[in-house]
């Protein structure tokens, strides 16, 4: 004798919209962690000062910066939408000269990594939320 | 149908906590802390991540050592332990372990070249203004001034005995030629002392040494200056896990008189820089041999480099004054073309 029970519904535990609901559930919830640790902040530049911050500076339009030790004029930056470069650097250890202008010599600089830097100033520049990285993760130059 | 959505709701919990804790407690990559700054007359960056305490904490600390380095190793700071040895008057005199670390690497290193690389060659840098930023200043002695400063040059005049050196004939040392890669190394020890599976890399003035491998396997990426190019323009990169890299030019610290190219390295025997080479950069196990060899090799030329490059195990990659890459087989292992 077969007991005619109806088995069709009764031991389904999902619908079709449940699952669906699921799906978007879990696919949102994943989309809103990686929009969180990936998502890219805008470019700015920041720049040190005797190893500290003295500027932050973004990078969202074309402007001109000056940098001051105390009363004494260092160094121009000029700005243009996602990148900065030294226009000019005095020297304030001999300031009746220029320095070698190793700093206006790097010329624009745009990607992570990139850095401007005046030795005899003791400014460093570099780019925070840029697009692109450099290839390298550190430079060897002349000691 | 009560069931079946309690079902729902702790299958639903489930899944979600699992993708929680998935992204939180999977294991991340470290996380570096970067900080530039200049020391020493020169610039730096360190790139530190470690799972032992405050990567910050440590990396300040780093800094915070540079003035001791400052004070001992710069030859131009009246008062520093270098500048006290070299107007010493042929008196012995007592040195720091690290005065005397470097002290013994560069005459040792002078005894093997034969003198090509000579740290006592301190007389002839004020001579031509190098010691100093003021690119005004930098200029052309007379050769009656360099023959004069030759007198006093010559890796033979210093004498070391237990933790004490006398330097006679009133030689001056300038240990720029492997204070960079020793500091590099002390750095370094200090971060692995914090934590020895701790990660990332110290560049004090272009001389790069590596604390550990990028994201615990990984090689870092350092790339090589262009001679001729901007200071962000690189000719060529290196892998590394470990070691150090450094490099040697002429494009800094230079002056060009009537065409032709002065830098700021010297010929021990003529007291001028030699025309073989834009620059020449060194992998090597050693962290001194990262700076030294270089050195060697812009006064040596590129057959006795060679030579050495095998003696020592280093590899080298170097640009000569027509801008050809000269390299040897050792450099193929760290080679890295993106």
């Known amino acids: 004798m077969k007991s005619g029970k109806n088995t069709n519904t009764s031991h389904k535990i999902f619908s079709k919209w449940d699952l669906i609901l699921l799906i978007f559930l879990i696919l949102g919830f994943g989309l809103w962690i990686g929009f969180r640790q990936f998502a890219p902040s805008a470019a700015k530049a920041v720049v040190l000062l005797d190893g500290k911050v003295y500027e932050v500076i973004p990078l969202d339009k074309n402007a001109y910066y000056k940098v001051y030790r105390g009363d004494t004029y260092l160094m121009t930056l000029e700005t243009k939408p996602g990148a900065i470069r030294a226009t000019y650097s005095t020297n304030w250890i001999f300031p009746q000269t220029e320095t070698n202008q190793v700093s206006v010599a790097t010329g624009w600089i745009s990607k992570e990594g990139e850095t401007i830097i005046s030795v005899p100033n003791k400014i460093v520049v570099y780019t925070e939320g840029a697009k692109e990285r450099t290839t390298y993760d550190a430079m060897t130059f002349q000691n | ?338």
Request: hydrophobic fraction near 35%; aromatic fraction near 14%; charged fraction near 20%.
């Open chain 2, 1 to 338: 149908m009560k069931k079946r959505n309690i079902i729902i709701s702790i299958f639903t919990v489930a899944i979600v906590g699992s993708v929680v804790a998935s992204v939180f407690l999977a294991k991340t990559p470290p996380k570096y802390y970067t900080r530039y700054g200049v020391e020493l007359g020169t610039d730096v960056e360190i790139s530190y991540a470690t799972e032992k305490g405050n990567a910050k904490e440590i990396v300040d600390k780093m800094f915070n050592t540079f003035q001791k380095y400052d004070l001992i190793f710069d030859p131009w700071i009246a008062g520093s332990e270098l500048y006290n040895l070299n107007h010493s008057d042929g008196k012995w005199v007592k040195v720091s372990p690290d005065l005397l670390y470097v002290i013994k690497e560069s005459i040792n290193f002078a005894r093997i070249t034969n003198g090509k690389f000579d740290p006592t060659i301190g007389r002839l840098v004020p001579l031509w203004g190098f010691n100093t930023d003021n690119t005004k200043s930098w200029h052309l002695p007379t050769p009656q001034e360099i023959q004069t400063a030759l007198e006093h040059v010559g890796y033979k005049n210093v004498e070391i005995k237990e933790d004490e050196v006398r330097l006679l004939n009133g030689v001056w040392l300038d240990l720029n030629g492997m204070m960079e890669g020793y500091i590099d190394q002390m750095l370094i020890n200090m971060a692995r002392q914090n934590d020895p599976k701790s990660s990332g890399f110290v560049d004090v003035g272009g001389t790069v040494g590596i604390i550990g491998p990028k994201y615990g396997n990984q090689p870092w990426i350092i790339g090589i200056q262009n001679p001729r190019g901007n200071p962000n323009n690189s000719i060529a990169y290196v892998k590394l896990y470990s070691g150090y890299v450094g490099t040697s030019g002429d494009y800094e610290r230079y002056i060009i008189v009537n065409g032709k190219r002065y830098y700021h390295i010297f010929d021990p025997k003529t007291g001028y820089s030699n025309d073989y080479f834009e620059s020449v950069t060194t992998v090597s196990t050693e962290s001194v041999f990262s700076d030294g060899f270089g050195v060697f090799s812009m006064v040596a030329g590129p057959s006795e480099m060679e030579k050495m490059a095998s003696e020592l195990g280093v590899a080298y990659y170097a640009v000569n004054e027509e801008g050809q890459i000269i390299k040897n087989e050792e450099w193929q292992k760290y080679e890295y073309k993106p």
